[in-house]
């Protein structure tokens, strides 16, 4: 089956940096990969996902990177700001119901 | 902005007990799902429902876990006797659409603790 490995496990970045997490996935049938951000105590809420159509993706100061060859993908933060700081899980899908997560990236926006 | 909402937020058992969570999906939603996440571990799907019926389920769903749509709201997960290894944080999600047009929303989750 599907595994999505997430890294790093923790990350801080100073205010104002940028912040990168990187996930690989096993299954070259997947095809849809959405990135989930739960901050605490709430509950995850999708804020990006790309399909295998496309390698990248941007929404403002967030953007995806798809590497279908590699089977990596990336989410890449630009100018962070102290409400970025949450859990971070991307994951995969083959196209039916069930998305395999990574394990989560917790990111901390220093100030 | 609709959302998928989850009770009780934490619920506390004995083990072999039976545990019944709720979770109400968002309204227009035809596609409900439960997943998982022990404390430090990824979330892992466990269930997908449509139709009153299950579409997929993975190896962690085996008999002692149920999932019913009892009405036109509610969609249940029932754990007919708790283990100690059923605590974790239990996650509702559902979509309008299946597959890669549907994007899943997720509840807040509720915290399964089983002495």
């Known amino acids: 089956g599907e595994n999505v490995e997430q890294h790093p496990s923790t990350l801080s970045v100073q205010e104002g940096d940028s912040a990168v997490i990187k996930c690989t996935y096993s299954d070259s049938a997947s095809n849809y990969f959405p990135w989930y951000k739960q901050e605490l105590g709430k509950r995850p809420q999708l804020i990006i996902d790309?399909?295998?159509?496309?390698g990248e993706k941007k929404d403002q100061r967030i953007a995806v990177t798809l590497n279908k060859t590699a089977k990596h993908f990336s989410l890449h933060i630009t100018e962070t700001q102290p409400e970025d700081s949450a859990v971070y899980f991307c994951a995969a899908s083959r196209g039916d119901d069930k998305i395999i997560f990574g394990k989560g990236t917790r990111l901390h926006i220093l100030p | 902005e609709p959302e998928v909402t989850q009770t009780p937020s934490h619920q506390v058992t004995q083990m072999g007990q039976e545990v019944i969570l709720r979770c109400v999906p968002i309204?227009?939603?035809?596609?409900f799902y439960w997943y998982r996440q022990i404390l430090g571990q990824k979330v892992e799907f466990l269930v997908s429902?449509?139709?009153?019926?299950?579409?997929?389920k993975s190896e962690i769903f085996d008999d002692q876990f149920s999932v019913e749509r009892p009405d036109g709201s509610n969609f249940t997960l029932k754990i007919r006797s708790t283990k100690l290894e059923d605590s974790a944080m239990y996650f509702c999600a559902s979509s309008e659409l299946a597959g890669v047009l549907g994007i899943q929303y997720f509840g807040a989750g509720t915290r399964l603790s089983v002495l």
């Open positions: 429902f449509y139709n009153n019926e299950i579409s997929e």
């Open positions: 309204s227009n939603h035809l596609y």
């Open positions: 790309i399909r295998s159509n496309v």
